[in-house]
């Protein structure tokens, strides 16, 4: 059972920036797909970004296009969320999710799912 454990949530003033990381328990991490999700109060879990195992396609959601880079390191069962310039809409509990296979945009296509951390913008 693949186990990940998010870190790196914090307090942040509007403007700046903060790295996510999400640490996969199994040395197969380099065959799953890795997505990353948040969910902010009263509202539904979203897409953030996404990438695959090994060829690091890339998706993101638009708004955070230009200002959030989703990148892997498979030697360290590690993949990372670097966020700059927040806004005070990125406020809300961060998700890494995995699946075996391509990466995808839905939160249903995800077998595994982290306990996520807490992001907050000050503005």
């Known amino acids: 059972q693949l186990q990940l454990v998010e870190s790196g949530g914090g307090l942040v003033q509007a403007g700046g920036s903060l790295r996510l990381s999400c640490a996969a328990s199994e040395r197969t991490f380099s065959s799953y797909a890795m997505g990353w999700f948040r969910q902010a109060p009263g509202k539904e879990r979203e897409f953030v970004a996404a990438i695959n195992g090994r060829d690091n396609i890339i998706y993101y959601k638009d708004s955070v296009k230009g200002r959030f880079t989703v990148s892997r390191d498979n030697a360290k069962n590690t993949v990372y969320l670097q966020m700059n310039s927040v806004k005070a809409e990125d406020t809300a509990v961060y998700y890494c999710?995995?699946?075996?296979?391509?990466?995808?945009?839905?939160?249903?296509?995800?077998?595994?799912w982290g306990q996520g951390t807490q992001v907050t913008v000050s503005s």
């Open positions: 999710a995995a699946r075996l296979g391509n990466a995808g945009t839905s939160r249903y296509v995800y077998d595994y």
